[in-house]
């Protein structure tokens, strides 16, 4: 019975790393690819991450990296161009939602990811007011809807993940990818100008079709409580666990 106890003990604490996994996902999708990666939190506002790859192989590519790598007057003059990118987003996506959005604590950093062979070039930013947010959802229109013309030369993939603990609800247009709570657009092949992204928190009913039309444009209001999430997520986890070990004690006894 020590065992199957340690072993139980065990698969707990791997379900509640797994509760608390996934933060941080959006800027590391697709090693290969050149995206813009959305973390949404609960209350709205956004972790934005603007990624550039390289093939290390490439000796094009390689030495493009390294001259952003080895030159930091090169890195801040990009965080410069992408902040000024976001900030223009920002105000067009301000004026279309009626949402004050702002941008601030931008940095860049380079590095190279281990195994992959590919150099990042990442510019990191906090985006206030980025979505529309219930304390049951997040709902990402703008600033896609009015205001990708910024990226338009290169069209980077947009990858959106929702809030820890929620999952994702009504998507458009559709995109590329999907998991249980993200998506993955290509602009270059879809059309933003409907753009719509729902996450919603699994703890609480999913909103209808109407409602979600008359709120997409409304004030944020109250977050729910991250920690709750996690609880209600871990519990629900420990269920097949306490199953498992009733039946190993039934055919013991």
Known sequence: MRGTLAVAVAVVCCLAVAVGAGVGAAAHEEPDRNLIGIELHADGDASVHHVSSYDLDDEQERQVYEGFAENETARQQWRDEIESQFRSMAENGSAASGRDMRVHNVSVETYEMDGEGYGRLEVHATW??????????????????????????????????????????????????????????????????????????????????????????????????????????????????????????????
């Open 128 to 253: 206030e007011n980025f979505a529309y947010a219930e304390s049951d959802r997040v709902i990402v229109a703008e600033p896609f809807r009015s205001s990708y013309e910024p990226f338009d030369q290169d069209r980077r993939r947009v990858a959106v993940h929702g809030p820890e603990g929620y999952v994702r609800g009504q998507l458009a247009p559709s995109p590329l990818r999907v998991q249980r709570n993200s998506a993955l657009w290509n602009p270059s092949t879809s059309n933003f100008s409907r753009f719509y992204a729902e996450f919603t928190n699994p703890s609480t009913e999913t909103p209808t079709d109407d409602a979600t039309a008359e709120t997409t444009n409304a004030a944020p209001g109250e977050q729910p409580s991250g920690f709750g999430t996690a609880a209600r997520a871990l519990l629900v986890a420990l269920v097949p666990v306490a199953v498992a070990l009733l039946a190993i004690r039934r055919r013991r006894s």
